[in-house]
Nanobody, 126 residues
C-alpha cells in the first residue's frame, strides 16, 4: 500500500489546517503520527475503516477530527485551534487489510502499521 499525504503548511496560533492521505490499497486502519524536531514520533489519531471507530491522543482531543472518505480511499485530519506545540512533520500510516485486526487500544502503536506516507510539515506560529 502506498500513501500520499498533503495539506500541511504555515498557520497562526488558533488557526486551522486539513491534512489528507490517500491510499493505493485496502486497509484496516489509517492513522496520523507526528514528529517534532528532537522528539520521538507520537500518535495523533486513527480510524478503523470498517465501523469508523476513532482514537485520539489526549493532546488533540476536541481540536482534531479524523474522518474517512471511503469513495476516495482516503482519510482526512481536520486540525482546529492549532497551537505552536502542534508544529511537527505529520505522517499518515496504514495497516494493510491482509493483516489481523487491531483492537482500539493498539491503534496508537506505530509498529502496528505497515505503510507510511512521506510526511507533511505543519508549522504553527505564535
Amino acid at each position: 500500500v502506498q500513501l500520499q499525504a498533503s495539506g500541511g503548511g504555515l498557520v497562526q496560533t488558533g488557526g486551522s489546517l486539513r491534512l489528507s492521505c490517500t491510499t493505493s490499497g485496502r486497509t484496516h486502519v489509517m492513522g496520523w503520527f507526528r514528529q517534532a524536531p528532537g522528539k520521538e514520533r507520537e500518535f495523533v489519531a486513527a480510524v478503523r475503516w470498517r465501523g469508523g471507530n476513532t482514537v485520539y491522543a489526549d493532546s488533540v482531543k476536541g481540536r482534531f477530527t479524523i474522518s474517512r472518505a471511503n469513495a476516495e480511499n482516503s482519510v482526512n485530519l481536520q486540525m482546529n485551534s492549532l497551537r505552536p506545540e502542534d508544529t511537527a512533520v505529520y505522517y499518515c500510516a496504514a495497516r494493510d487489510s491482509s493483516r489481523n485486526h487491531m483492537i482500539l487500544s493498539q491503534l496508537p502503536i506505530p509498529s502496528g502499521y505497515d505503510s507510511w506516507g512521506q510526511g507533511t510539515q505543519v508549522t504553527v506560529s505564535s
